[in-house]
């Protein structure tokens, strides 16, 4: 070999070995980058709390009873068979009071009102609408709570069965129009029917839905309502003929969310089973667990005590599918059912009242917990009393009055519950205390109907602005 050749032989491996040493460094130098920790600069979102613009209260009512099968449009056109009275008021004047109009063939819609704001602050309204039929085809007393219109509610109640003449009412008192969604929860888990899916609500009516036509055969069903573009008040009409006898009806509010622990208070039981003209099921609750299957467990207790008055049932639920538990053989009183499962659910009571000619029947729903003073309204037509429940570890005293009267004191024991009467066409103010749940219960002369008391929502709430 020359030294030419020895020259360039040398510079090659130098080169070689130099670049092989300089990439072993800079591996390492990339590998120990990445295991060591890089300073980071870290800054807080930028935020503003802002208090929005204070809107109008606004409620809907369910409006009078509907008849199938008296139109000239045939059997599944509603018309109205008889009207509706409505006991309204707010904290502070008067509410202002509209008719909705009647939508996809019905004549005429339930009523609007609308209250406040006032000072910053929405101003808490209630209303109640009552009626009473007496007809071949329709024969009872509904009672219902006119309620803040929802983008999704349940109505628990009514079937789709033979003798059964349920309608789903759709109340949309705002100012553009709504799309529902009616999602059926049967014997099969949830289906959207074809009549269930994209019903259009025009804005300021109400429109109505033979339940049939969502769920016939359904024996138990529960209804999912979905509203797009504007919330909806949902409500359900439920009634029965039996042997061409009308045997009761009712106006069923609907639930705003499922939840895991659920209090249904002041159910009335009028007549023992071994009364003459008794029904042999009087007493049944109706669940669901829509996110799957779980263990529920019904407790009843008599209002009053603190213990219950039968020993709890477990049951199984399905997933999506309803169940329903015979209750019957309570003794004549008011009680408060509770259910409790491992997944959240809806639930409801079903109750009769009277025999023969005189049978009605209502849906009791569950109370929402007050944590504030709220407003609702007794019926017109009808006695009523109100039953608080305390689930907290001590007593609570509620006060209780009319809007702008003298308030009286209620205690309810800890883990218990109370009654009062109330009197009839009044606006009453309720002062919850540490926190209780309500519903008031009305009837008379073979009448049933009832409904939960709902928190006021009167005040506009501060929200996280991130510009």
Do not use: K
């Amino acid at each position: 070999m020359s030294d030419g050749s020895r020259y360039r032989w040398a510079t090659t491996s130098a080169r070689v070995v130099i670049g092989t040493a300089a990439a072993v460094g800079f591996a390492a130098l990339v590998v120990t980058a990445v295991a060591a920790p890089w300073p980071t600069l870290a800054r807080e979102p930028v935020s503003v709390e802002a208090t929005p613009a204070p809107a109008a209260n606004v409620l809907a009512c369910s409006g009078g009873l509907l008849a199938l099968g008296r139109g000239v449009g045939g059997a599944g056109t509603p018309v109205v068979a008889t009207g509706q009275t409505v006991i309204s008021g707010a904290a502070t004047g008067d509410p202002r009071l509209s008719t909705l109009r009647g939508a996809g063939g019905l004549s005429a819609g339930g009523t609007a009102l609308s209250a406040g704001p006032e000072g910053g602050r929405i101003v808490d309204a209630a209303a109640t609408g009552s009626s009473v039929a007496s007809d071949a085809d329709l024969r009872g007393l509904a009672v219902s709570a006119c309620r803040q219109p929802l983008t999704e509610s349940w109505l628990i109640g009514g079937a789709g069965t033979t003798g059964s003449a349920d309608i789903v009412l759709l109340a949309n008192p705002g100012a553009v129009p709504a799309t529902v969604q009616l999602t059926v929860y049967g014997t099969n888990g949830p289906v959207v029917p074809p009549g269930g899916s994209s019903i259009v609500v025009p804005a300021g009516t109400q429109l109505a839905v033979p339940l049939a036509g969502l769920a016939l055969g359904e024996a138990s069903p529960v209804v999912r309502v979905s509203a797009t573009g504007a919330p909806v008040m949902a409500a359900l009409q439920t009634s029965t003929t039996r042997t061409l006898v009308a045997s009761g009806v009712d106006q069923i509010g609907a639930v705003p969310a499922s939840a895991p622990d659920v209090t249904i208070p002041g159910v009335a039981v009028t007549a023992a089973p071994s009364a003459a003209g008794a029904s042999a099921a009087s007493t049944l609750v109706r669940m669901l667990s829509p996110l799957g299957a779980a263990s529920a467990t019904v407790t009843v207790t008599a209002v009053g005590a603190t213990q219950p008055a039968t020993a709890p049932t477990t049951v199984p639920l399905g997933a999506g599918a309803p169940l329903e538990l015979d209750l019957s053989g309570l003794p004549v009183g008011q009680y408060t059912v509770r259910v409790q499962a491992e997944l959240p659910v809806v639930a409801a009571v079903w109750q009769v009242a009277g025999s023969g000619d005189a049978t009605d029947f209502a849906w009791y729903t569950p109370a929402p917990a007050l944590t504030t003073p709220s407003l609702f309204a007794s019926p017109a037509d009808a006695a009523a009393t109100l039953t608080l429940v305390n689930e907290g570890d001590t007593e609570t005293t509620v006060r209780l009055g009319p809007v702008g009267g003298s308030a009286q004191s209620v205690v309810v024991p800890a883990h218990g519950s109370a009654a009062t009467t109330l009197a009839a066409r009044t606006v009453y103010s309720l002062d919850p205390g540490t926190g209780v749940r309500a519903g008031v219960s009305a009837g008379g002369a073979g009448g049933l109907a009832a409904f939960p008391v709902w928190p006021a929502d009167a005040a506009a709430r501060t929200i996280t602005v991130y510009p």
